[in-house]
């Protein structure tokens, strides 16, 4: 009995040491978005709610890298990265999102894109142009609308890493 209590103290210690270990050094989250020096430029226009409608850009937009991934079930393989920081100009607030593109297509198939801390999306995204030569997403008077019936015009460019997987 005695042996049994040392030995779950033992590996309780060796769990809590390497949580440790791993939070001291950022935790094992390669999802958080990184300072790219990147530059992101975002306008909203014709907000049916206050406060949307504006500039948001930023010479340094935090992104991740671009990942291929083949999830479980009826969803496709996509190419997915995260972003944020893409400061409002002359006001409080960011941008932020997550994009997802199937590899080798030249537009967007599901994004989820922040402003002022609401979530926005689509139901189609066909319109929205994936451009690997520049490694950008750019969108043109693209409507989205969040889940409270708030809709805005969105222009501008996300940026992307470079470096991507094949087909990304």
Known sequence: MKNNIISK??????VTAAALTLTACGGGNDDDPEPSERTGVLTVTSATAPGFDGVYGDGNVNLTDV???NP???YPEVCTFKFDGINRVAGSGQASGDVRYRP???VVY???ISFMGSEFGASDWGDVQVVRSTDRIRLVNKVLEN???VRITVSGVIPMRGNRPGGC
């Open 72 to 74: 479980v079930g009826s």
């Open 9 to 14: 103290t033992w590996a309780c210690l060796a």
């Open 147 to 149: 889940d409270q019936g």
């Open 110 to 112: 599901e994004a989820f």
């Open 67 to 69: 990942d291929k991934k």
């Open 104 to 106: 080798d297509s030249a």
